[in-house]
């Protein structure tokens, strides 16, 4: 303190006194030590409260107030009974009302508590004749008027509590530019900022932007959104997100009619409708794999009826016919249908022969669904075959499967060729009429442009080549 300054507080009238964080004194000016009848020599770089005891409720008291000063806020014990040592040496009781303000430095923070003490004694001593009813009726009604205050600091510091830590963002605008003036952890979240508090919505949401012809709040009316779209521009300039927004625009209104503010409460609710719009897409290709696998049931129970007159050897075909295609689901279900490799489809339909008997030789090559399902069936029905006519039906005879996935010249999967070999078996002699599996087979390649196959009755062996575009799903 400079001297000027000290010169300046040493003569106010009022009794003043500092203390620093740790509650020690800094500084007391001569009329707080002629009130206190103290020696300022005695009272610098002492505890408050080893220079003046304090006990039971009292201590209580006081510690509030110091602990509501270091954070910031000001405060004032009123009617608080202290007994001071009197010209006799005995203690006198005397009545204080003690204002405490807290001083900051250039940063803000809280470095010092200013105590100003008034000496509100004389206040009891208004009416003689009831000075001791004086007294206690004013000490419970100062007590009454701090423990109501308490409550009114204790609820307001339990709504500050609830409003930072709701799990939706809360947020007060005011003016015409919307200056943010409260706002909670979750709205910090929302915007990407912590510094909200005093500059306009504008100005912290200015990488958001609504989406279409979405509705937008207007001006002094409530204002209710779900599902609200907004984009919303990452702050180093990296692409755009979509996020969606439930919010209440609530205005705040005065006696008078005037808008005072806006009250803004929302959830961010992007993962729920982005689930609903998830599930809806599932929906959709459930339907869409239903009608699909009708068609493709339909199909099998109508070929097989024209080339099956027998009705037992009809629901033996077709009960194997529906079995393969049951097992080649159950692979898409393993991977959500997100497509199966090649070697796992024919490993379904051939393992049962014995690796002996079977040789698979190729790249990975992931199927679409789509040629997942059409596909099991042509290798059910080549693997049926060569079981009752070919190689499969005798003990040394052998299936040989390759194949290779083809690039264009810029590296990109281009052809899906496979190759199926029997060896070994009787030999073979070309139907006179195409089967169920023929057409079938036919019927599976012409679907797709571009796709062609060929089937060789070889007498050592069926020889079938199948050359396809390759799919999104197809890799080397």
Same mark, same amino acid.
């Given at each position: 303190?400079?001297?000027?300054?000290?010169?300046?507080?040493?003569?106010?009238?009022?009794?003043?006194?500092?203390?620093?964080?740790?509650?020690?004194?800094?500084?007391?000016?001569?009329?707080?030590?002629?009130?206190?009848?103290?020696?300022?020599?005695?009272?610098?770089?002492?505890?408050?409260?080893?220079?003046?005891?304090e006990?039971?409720d009292?201590?209580?008291?006081?510690?509030? !107030?110091?602990? =509501?000063?270091?954070a /910031?806020?000001?405060?004032?014990?009123?009617? *608080? &009974?202290?007994? @001071?040592?009197? #010209?006799?040496?005995?203690?006198?009781?005397?009545y204080w009302?003690?204002?405490?303000?807290?001083?900051?430095?250039?940063?803000?923070?809280?470095?010092?508590?200013?105590?100003?003490?008034?000496?509100?004694?004389?206040?009891a001593?208004?009416?003689?004749?009831?000075?001791?009813?004086?007294?206690?009726?004013?000490?419970?009604?100062?007590?009454?008027?701090?423990?109501?205050?308490?409550?009114?600091?204790?609820?307001?510091?339990?709504?500050?509590?609830?409003?930072?830590?709701?799990?939706?963002?809360?947020?007060?605008?005011?003016?015409?530019?919307?200056?943010?003036?409260?706002?909670n952890?979750?709205?910090r979240?929302?915007?990407?900022?912590?510094?909200?508090?005093?500059?306009?919505?504008?100005?912290i949401?200015?990488?958001?932007?609504?989406?279409? !012809?979405?509705a =937008?709040?207007g001006? /002094?009316?409530?204002?209710?959104?779900?599902? *609200? &779209?907004?984009? @919303?521009?990452? #702050?180093?300039?990296?692409?755009?997100?979509?996020?969606?927004l439930?919010?209440?625009?609530?205005?705040?209104?005065?006696?008078?009619?005037?808008q005072v503010?806006?009250?803004?409460?929302?959830?961010?609710?992007?993962?729920?409708?982005?689930?609903?719009?998830?599930?809806?897409?599932l929906?959709?290709?459930?339907?869409?794999?239903v009608?699909?696998?009708?068609?493709?049931?339909?199909?099998?129970?109508?070929?097989?009826?024209?080339?099956?007159?027998?009705?037992?050897?009809f629901?033996?075909?077709?009960?194997?016919?529906?079995?393969?295609?049951?097992?080649?689901?159950?692979?898409?279900?393993?991977?959500?249908?997100?497509?199966?490799?090649?070697?796992?489809?024919?490993?379904?339909?051939?393992?049962?022969?014995?690796?002996?008997?079977?040789?698979?030789?190729?790249?990975?090559a992931?199927?679409?669904?789509?040629?997942?399902?059409?596909?099991?069936?042509?290798?059910?029905?080549?693997?049926?075959?060569?079981?009752?006519?070919?190689?499969?039906?005798v003990?040394?005879?052998?299936?040989?499967v390759?194949?290779?996935?083809l690039?264009?010249?810029?590296?990109?999967?281009?052809?899906?060729?496979?190759?199926?070999?029997?060896?070994?078996?009787?030999?073979?002699?070309k139907?006179?009429?195409?089967g169920?599996?023929?057409?079938?087979?036919?019927?599976t390649m012409?679907?797709?442009?571009?796709?062609?196959?060929?089937?060789?009755?070889?007498?050592?062996?069926?020889?079938?080549?199948?050359?396809?575009?390759?799919?999104?799903?197809?890799?080397?």
């Amino acid at each position: 303190m400079s001297a000027d300054y000290a010169r300046i507080f040493q003569s106010l009238p009022v009794p003043f006194m500092v203390l620093d964080r740790n509650l020690r004194f800094v500084e007391a000016n001569a009329a707080y030590c002629a009130a206190t009848t103290s020696r300022r020599a005695d009272l610098i770089g002492r505890h408050v409260f080893e220079a003046f005891p304090e006990e039971g409720d009292n201590l209580r008291r006081y510690q509030e !107030a110091f602990e =509501r000063a270091l954070a /910031g806020e000001e405060n004032v014990v009123a009617f *608080f &009974p202290y007994a @001071v040592p009197g #010209p006799n040496g005995q203690r006198v009781l005397k009545y204080w009302s003690c204002t405490h303000t807290p001083l900051r430095n250039d940063a803000g923070d809280v470095t010092h508590i200013i105590q100003q003490a008034e000496d509100v004694t004389g206040l009891a001593a208004e009416a003689p004749d009831a000075t001791a009813g004086m007294q206690a009726k004013v000490t419970k009604r100062a007590q009454r008027l701090e423990s109501l205050s308490q409550t009114l600091r204790a609820e307001g510091d339990f709504l500050k509590r609830l409003f930072q830590s709701a799990p939706g963002f809360m947020a007060v605008f005011s003016g015409p530019d919307q200056t943010v003036e409260l706002a909670n952890d979750a709205f910090r979240r929302l915007v990407g900022k912590d510094d909200v508090v005093g500059r306009s919505l504008a100005e912290i949401t200015g990488h958001f932007s609504a989406t279409g !012809a979405s509705a =937008r709040p207007g001006t /002094g009316s409530a204002f209710i959104a779900e599902a *609200f &779209p907004l984009l @919303v521009r990452d #702050p180093d300039g990296g692409a755009q997100r979509r996020i969606y927004l439930d919010f209440v625009w609530q205005p705040i209104i005065d006696d008078d009619g005037t808008q005072v503010a806006v009250f803004v409460q929302g959830n961010d609710v992007t993962e729920k409708v982005q689930a609903s719009h998830h599930q809806q897409l599932l929906l959709d290709e459930i339907n869409h794999r239903v009608k699909n696998t009708l068609a493709v049931v339909q199909a099998l129970v109508l070929q097989t009826l024209r080339s099956t007159p027998s009705p037992a050897e009809f629901s033996t075909k077709l009960q194997a016919r529906l079995a393969a295609l049951s097992g080649t689901h159950n692979l898409l279900t393993e991977t959500a249908w997100n497509g199966v490799e090649l070697r796992a489809l024919l490993h379904q339909e051939l393992a049962h022969f014995g690796e002996r008997r079977i040789a698979l030789s190729g790249p990975a090559a992931l199927l679409s669904p789509r040629r997942t399902v059409n596909l099991g069936l042509v290798f059910h029905e080549l693997a049926t075959n060569a079981a009752k006519y070919g190689a499969l039906s005798v003990p040394d005879g052998r299936v040989t499967v390759s194949w290779q996935v083809l690039p264009d010249e810029e590296g990109r999967p281009e052809r899906l060729e496979i190759v199926w070999e029997e060896s070994g078996g009787p030999p073979v002699v070309k139907p006179g009429e195409a089967g169920f599996g023929t057409r079938l087979i036919e019927r599976t390649m012409r679907a797709k442009p571009d796709a062609r196959f060929s089937i060789d009755y070889r007498p050592q062996g069926l020889l079938a080549r199948f050359d396809m575009p390759a799919e999104h799903g197809d890799a080397t």
